[in-house]
């Protein structure tokens, strides 16, 4: 089983910053692909990114240029560097987890699943 617990979210300006993390349990977290979903009040539940274990990314296409994942295999954590934030990014961004090297963006592919953290951006 994994366990994964996201931290970073918070109250920033538009345009700002955040960097969140998402710190896994478990041996197997370099051979996990890892995701990153949002969803804001009332709506689905948002893909956002992925990365495989090589390090193959994907991104959702309003998130390009914008958002960066990332992972750090030796600390077992996951990254999602948030720039040039907008209002509309507000949501709690949830990271997921799941095996093989697909990077699908459906959440139903993703078996493993965080807490959530909240992500606010003032206008």
């Known amino acids: 089983q994994v366990q994964l617990v996201e931290s970073g979210g918070g109250l920033v300006q538009a345009g700002g910053s955040l960097r969140l993390s998402c710190a896994a349990s478990g041996r197997a977290f370099s051979s996990y692909t890892m995701g990153w979903f949002r969803q804001a009040p009332e709506k689905e539940r948002e893909f956002v990114a992925a990365?495989?274990?090589?390090?193959?990314?994907y991104y959702a296409d309003s998130m390009k240029g914008r958002f960066t994942i990332s992972r750090d295999n030796a600390q077992n954590t996951l990254f999602l560097q948030m720039n040039s934030l907008k209002p509309e990014d507000t949501a709690v961004y949830y990271c997921?987890?799941?095996?093989?090297?697909?990077?699908?963006?459906?959440?139903?592919?993703?078996?493993?699943w965080g807490q959530g953290t909240q992500v606010t951006v003032s206008s």
């Open positions: 990365i495989n274990w090589m390090s193959g990314t």
């Open positions: 997921a987890s799941r095996s093989g090297s697909r990077t699908p963006p459906q959440p139903g592919e993703y078996r493993y």
